[in-house]
C-alpha cells in the first residue's frame, strides 16, 4: 500500500484537472434538469428517491451512474431490465458489457426491493421522471471548504450527530497521525478519501453520495443521523479542494514513526515516574566490585 | 490502658554458634514445598554482613517499614493512594537474585552416568525453572565473612563507622564476626498487616502472631515490600504470600517453634509480654532517640496490681497473667534491660530482642607476640576495645546510641566478672563489687542473670502460655464439634485462585 501510494498521486495529480473540469460540466447539466415537475405523484418517486438518486439523475447529468433520460429507448427490453436491476453483476451480455465498460461494475443489486416496487421504479423511470425535482444546492464559497476541513476532522461536528469523517477515513497530509484506517477494515474500497471528489463523480455527484450514502456501512452509520445541506455542501467543497491541492505523498507512513516515538516518550515518561523503583542490590554490589 | 498480651522471644547472641539448625528445622516443617524452595522463615546471618535478602538493613533500597509525615505514621512502599498507581506492579519488590535461586544437583546423574576415565558430577539445577544453571549466590554466601570484601564490607550497618576503623575490621587482628539469627518479629506495628490491599494478614488478638490468611491472600506482594525485616515471602506456585507463623500449631500444643526447640547454642527464649496497645500509635512515632525507651515503656509490669485488674478486665484469662509474670523474655527485656530491639528505627515495634554480642578484644603483637587484648593482663576486656566498632552494635539495636550498648555490656562483663570471683577467685572480690556498681546492678541480679543464660532448663527458656484457642473457635463454632470435625493441620492445601 505504502509504495503505491506516490504513484497513485502521481496519478491523482495529473488527472485532478481534466476531472475537476468534468465535474463542473457535471455542476451546469444538474442545473438544468431543475425543472419543475409535470402531473401527479408517481409510484416509483420514493423509492427512486431513496434507491437511485445518490447516483442517478434522469435528465440531469450523470453522477456516479448514467443519466437514466431515455432509457426506455436504450435498453433491449423491459426485461432485460428488470433482471440487470436485480443482479446487475451477474448480467453480463454485450449492452451490459457496455455500460459497465463506462461506468464500472458498482451497481449495487437492488432485488430486495421486491418485483413490484422494480416494475413500479421502471414505470417512472420510462416515464422520464415525473415529478422528480432536483433540488439545487447553492454553490461553495472558500469559507466551506475550511468548514468542510473542520467537519472532516471532527473539530466542529456534525450536527446530527453523525461520526466525523476522520474516524474512519483519511486525507493524505491531513494531520500529522493521518486519519482513520477503520473504513478498509469494514470492506469499503476507499479509506484515503483525498481524490473521492473525483471517484463520486464531481461536487454533483459527491453531494448526492454524501446527501444519502449508499456504501454499505455508512449507509446504516447515516441512516438516523444524515449530514445536512450546509455540511455537505462544506464536506464537498474540502474534498474538491483537496483532489487539487493534495501535495505528493511524503513517502513515509506517519503513524508508524508517531507511534515509534509516542512509545519511545512514553516509556521515557514511565522509568521517570518510577524512577525510585527497587531494581536490584546484589547484582550491583557484586558487579561493582569485581 | 488496653491490655493485650504478646508471645515474645529474645536471642543472646553471645550463645549463638551459627550452626544454622534453627534454620533447617524450619525448612523441613514450613518451606519444604514448591514454590517456597527459596523462603527462609528462620535465617542466620553473619554479621558484618549484607544479609538475606542482601542488604535488607538499607530502606533507601528496599522501602520497607515505617516514616514519620507530618504527625502522622505512614508505610515507605504504600498507602491507600500510592496503591493505585502501584497495586499491578510493586515497583519496591526485591528481584529473586536478591534472595538466590534456590537449586539442587542433578543426582541421578551420579548413578546413570556411563563409564568413564573421570569421576561423574552432579550439576547444579534451579529449583525455579528446573534448568542447569551457575550458582551465583545463595542465601548465607557470606556465610563466616565468606567474600568479606564485598559483603560485609557493604554491611549497611558500618555507615556511621568512620573510614578508618573500616579499614581496620579487616585486618587480621581486628578480623571479628558474630551470628545473627532472624525470624519474623510479630511486630507490634507491624508495616506487613498495614500494607496488605486484601486485609490477608492479621496479628491475633490472643498472643499477637502475625499472620496470612492463604485464602484472602491475593499476591498483591504489598506486605514483601513494606516488611523492613523481608520476613514475608512470595510463594510463585500457590499465587500468596507466606511468612514465619511462630509454629503457632506447636504453640497451640504447648511446645515451642521448631526454631526455638532445636537450637543447639540454647540461645533462644520465648514468653509473654504485656503491653498497653492503646499507646501503640504515640509510641511509634517518637522520635528515632527515643524509641528504645519507649517501646520499654509500652510493656507492662505483671506483676502490677492495676496492670493485673486492666488485663482481667480486657478479658484475660487467669493463666495467661500467671505465664506473663514468669516470662524470661519480661526479664531480659525490661528487669535486666539487657535485650535490644532489631533496628527499632523502622517503626515496626519488633517483639523479638536482642542480647548484643561481647566480641572478642582487640589482639596487639607486641614483641613479635600475638597478644589477645591491648592490656594482656586483663581477664575482661574494657569493651570499648572490642573489635567490632561499638557504633555498628548501636546502627543495629539501639538507633545509633552507643550509650545503651555500652549498658548491656557493662553488664554482661559484670556477671562474668562477678562469677568469676566467686568460682575461680583469681579476680578479687572487690574488683567485682565494683563491677556490679558501675553496671547499675546487684548480686541477685547477676546470679538471675547466670542462671538464666547458663543453666535455664527447657521450661524456664520456653514459657509457653495456655493458647485457650477452643475460646477463640467458640466464637463461631462449638470446640468440640470444631475438633472432631477439622482435626489438625491443613483441611485444604493453598493453591492459586480464590
Ligand atoms: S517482622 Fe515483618 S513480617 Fe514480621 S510482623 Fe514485623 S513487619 Fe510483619
Ligand atoms: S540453632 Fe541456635 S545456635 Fe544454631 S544458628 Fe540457630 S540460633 Fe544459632
Not at chain 2, 561481647?358 to 597478644?371: D, H, I, K, M, R
Request: hydrophobic share 40%.
Amino acid at each position: 500500500m505504502n509504495r503505491m501510494l506516490p504513484h497513485l498521486l502521481l496519478l491523482f495529480a495529473v488527472a485532478s484537472l481534466a476531472c475537476v473540469f468534468l465535474a463542473f460540466e457535471g455542476r451546469e447539466a444538474n442545473a438544468q434538469a431543475a425543472e419543475p415537475p409535470a402531473g401527479t405523484k408517481a409510484a416509483g418517486l420514493d423509492p427512486f428517491k431513496t434507491s437511485c438518486a445518490p447516483c442517478h439523475t434522469i435528465g440531469g447529468g450523470k453522477l456516479v451512474g448514467p443519466d437514466l433520460a431515455g432509457l426506455k429507448d436504450r435498453v433491449p427490453s423491459r426485461e432485460w431490465l428488470l433482471a440487470f436491476l436485480k443482479n446487475p453483476a451477474g448480467t453480463n451480455d454485450d449492452y451490459a458489457k457496455k455500460v459497465k465498460a463506462e461506468f464500472g461494475d458498482t451497481m449495487p443489486a437492488q432485488a430486495a426491493l421486491g418485483d413490484n416496487v422494480l416494475n413500479d421504479l421502471i414505470d417512472f423511470m420510462f416515464a422520464g421522471g415525473p415529478g422528480l425535482t432536483v433540488k439545487k444546492l447553492r454553490g461553495a464559497t472558500p469559507e466551506d471548504i475550511d468548514l468542510g476541513r473542520r467537519l472532516f476532522t471532527g473539530e466542529a461536528r456534525l450536527a446530527n450527530g453523525g461520526p466525523s469523517c476522520i474516524s474512519c477515513h483519511s486525507i493524505i497530509g491531513l494531520t500529522g497521525l493521518g486519519g482513520g484506517t477503520l473504513a478498509a477494515t469494514v470492506g469499503a474500497k476507499h479509506t484515503d478519501l483525498s481524490n473521492a471528489f473525483n471517484r463520486n463523480g464531481g461536487e454533483a455527484g459527491l453531494r448526492a453520495s454524501l446527501a444519502s450514502p449508499q456504501f454499505l456501512v455508512m449507509k446504516q452509520v447515516f441512516a438516523d443521523k444524515p449530514m445536512t445541506e450546509e455540511e455537505v455542501i462544506a464536506l464537498t467543497a474540502y474534498l474538491g479542494d483537496v483532489s487539487k491541492t493534495t501535495a505528493p505523498p511524503p513517502g513515509r507512513d506517519y503513524f508508524v514513526i508517531y507511534g515509534i516515538v509516542g512509545a519511545i516518550a512514553l516509556l521515557i515518561a514511565l522509568d521517570l515516574i518510577w524512577i525510585r523503583r527497587f531494581r536490584n542490590v546484589r547484582k550491583t554490589l557484586v558487579g561493582g566490585s569485581k | 490502658m488496653n491490655v493485650r498480651a504478646q508471645v515474645s522471644m529474645v536471642f543472646h547472641l553471645d550463645k549463638c554458634i551459627g550452626c544454622h539448625t534453627c534454620s533447617i528445622a524450619c525448612k523441613n516443617i514450613w518451606t519444604d514445598r514448591k514454590g517456597t524452595e527459596y523462603m527462609w522463615f528462620n535465617n542466620v546471618e553473619t554479621k558484618p554482613g549484607t544479609g538475606y535478602p542482601t542488604q535488607w538493613e538499607d530502606q533507601s533500597k528496599y522501602r520497607g517499614g515505617w516514616e514519620v509525615k507530618g504527625d502522622r505514621l505512614r508505610l515507605k512502599s504504600t498507602g491507600k493512594g500510592r496503591i493505585i498507581t502501584n497495586i499491578f506492579h510493586n515497583p519496591h519488590l526485591p528481584t529473586m537474585d536478591d534472595y538466590y535461586e534456590p537449586w539442587t544437583y542433578k543426582y541421578e546423574d551420579l548413578f546413570n552416568a556411563p563409564a568413564g576415565t573421570d569421576q561423574p558430577t552432579a550439576l547444579p539445577i534451579s529449583k525455579v525453572t528446573g534448568e542447569y544453571i551457575d550458582i551465583e549466590s545463595g542465601p548465607n554466601w557470606d556465610d563466616d565473612l565468606g567474600g568479606s570484601n564485598i559483603y560485609a564490607a557493604n554491611d549497611p550497618n558500618l555507615k556511621d563507622v568512620s573510614e578508618e576503623q573500616r579499614q581496620q575490621l579487616q585486618a587480621v587482628e581486628r578480623l571479628v564476626f558474630f551470628y545473627f539469627p532472624r525470624i519474623c518479629n510479630h511486630c507490634l506495628n507491624p508495616a506487613c498487616v498495614a500494607s496488605c490491599p486484601s486485609g490477608a494478614l492479621y496479628k491475633r488478638g490472643e498472643d499477637g502472631i502475625v499472620l496470612i490468611n492463604q485464602k484472602r491472600c491475593r499476591a498483591w506482594r504489598s506486605c514483601v515490600a513494606a516488611c523492613p525485616y523481608k520476613k514475608t515471602y512470595y510463594n510463585w506456585s500457590t499465587g500468596k504470600s507466606e511468612k514465619c507463623l511462630l509454629c503457632y500449631p506447636r504453640l497451640e500444643t504447648g511446645q515451642a517453634p521448631a526454631c526455638f526447640h532445636s537450637c543447639v547454642g540454647r540461645i533462644r527464649y520465648l514468653g509473654l509480654l504485656l503491653y498497653d496497645a492503646d499507646r501503640i500509635d504515640e509510641i511509634a512515632k517518637l522520635p528515632p532517640e527515643k524509641l528504645v525507651e519507649g517501646q520499654r515503656d509500652l510493656i507492662l509490669d505483671p506483676n502490677d496490681p492495676n496492670v493485673i485488674a486492666a488485663a482481667r478486665k480486657a478479658g484475660m484469662p487467669e493463666q495467661v497473667i500467671e505465664f506473663a509474670q514468669r516470662s524470661p523474655v519480661y526479664q531480659f527485656v525490661k528487669v535486666w534491660k539487657i535485650a535490644l530491639p532489631p533496628h527499632i528505627e523502622y517503626r515496626t515495634l519488633p517483639m523479638l530482642y536482642y542480647v548484643p554480642p561481647l566480641l572478642p578484644v582487640l589482639g596487639s603483637t607486641a614483641n613479635q607476640v600475638y597478644e589477645n587484648g591491648v592490656d594482656a593482663k586483663a581477664i575482661f576486656h574494657a569493651f570499648d576495645q572490642q573489635r567490632v566498632p561499638m557504633g555498628y552494635l548501636a546502627s543495629l539495636f539501639s538507633v545509633g546510641d552507643e550509650a545503651k550498648i555500652r549498658y548491656v555490656l557493662r553488664k554482661l562483663v559484670a556477671v562474668r566478672t562477678f562469677k568469676r570471683a566467686e568460682t575461680v577467685g583469681d579476680i578479687p572480690m572487690a574488683v567485682a563489687l565494683e563491677a556490679l556498681k558501675l553496671a547499675d546492678t546487684t548480686e541477685a541480679e547477676v546470679e538471675d542473670i547466670y542462671r538464666m543464660t547458663s543453666l535455664p532448663t527447657f521450661a524456664q527458656r520456653f514459657v509457653i502460655p495456655p493458647m485457650h484457642r477452643e475460646e477463640a473457635i467458640e466464637a463461631f463454632k462449638d470446640p468440640q464439634d470444631h475438633k472432631r470435625e477439622v482435626g489438625f493441620g491443613f483441611t485444604a492445601s493453598p493453591k492459586r485462585g480464590l
